[in-house]
């Protein structure tokens, strides 16, 4: 097991064939899963058979993008997880955040100091240009947290998934910030 990043209160690590319990409880919470499946858990056999290999074949291919173990630095508690991945096509300079926590860590502000501490690695250390991140436009709490994180609204699109979801008709945001943008924020010459 890999620690990608340590943040003052989160630890990323690399997910391993023994988080499956881990995935299964935060996908099992209805809440949690309120914006992506409409409340619906996702099986534990599909977490164990296909979501966690997936995960563990990212890690043999990309250096620090994929999805990330986050625990809390003081207990090692399972906390949720962030995504830092490619974007379409395979794109390794165009990276899709996201992040999903379970509902004690809600409201404490680790969405938003993971969020930065990735952002922040990938426009020091790995030549990401852009990086963007998509919610439901009626999820208010994630959108904040792109805000907070410096991200800005580009644009609002149809929610074309496959399942009933609420607040479905006002569609789905993404959000972006670039390199130039990240640079000029922290008085770096572009």
Not at 16 to 25: A, I, K
Not at 44 to 71: N, S
Not at 163 to 174: C, K, L, Y
Request: aromatic share 10%.
């Amino acid at each position: 097991m890999r620690i990608v990043l340590q943040t003052p209160r989160l630890t990323l690590r690399e997910f391993t064939e023994d988080d499956v319990d881990n995935l299964f409880s935060l996908n099992s919470d209805p809440e949690v899963m309120r914006y992506l499946t409409g409340g619906r858990p996702t099986p534990r056999e599909q977490i164990r058979d296909e979501i966690i290999p997936f995960h563990l074949a990212v890690y043999e291919r990309l250096d620090r993008l994929g999805t990330w173990a986050a625990e809390s630095a003081a207990t090692g508690e399972f906390v949720g997880w962030f995504h830092f991945r490619p974007g379409p096509d395979g794109d390794v300079t165009n990276i899709d955040l996201g992040y999903r926590l379970r509902r004690p860590a809600w409201h404490k502000g680790y969405a938003t100091e993971g969020s930065r501490a990735l952002i922040d690695m990938g426009f020091s250390d790995l030549g990401v240009e852009r990086v963007f991140g998509h919610t439901m436009t009626v999820n208010a709490a994630s959108r904040h947290v792109l805000d907070k994180c410096g991200l800005t609204l580009v644009r609002t699109t149809p929610y074309d998934g496959p399942d009933a979801i609420d607040g479905a008709e006002q569609g789905q945001v993404e959000y972006a910030l670039t390199r130039a943008e990240w640079l000029g924020r922290h008085g770096l010459p572009a």
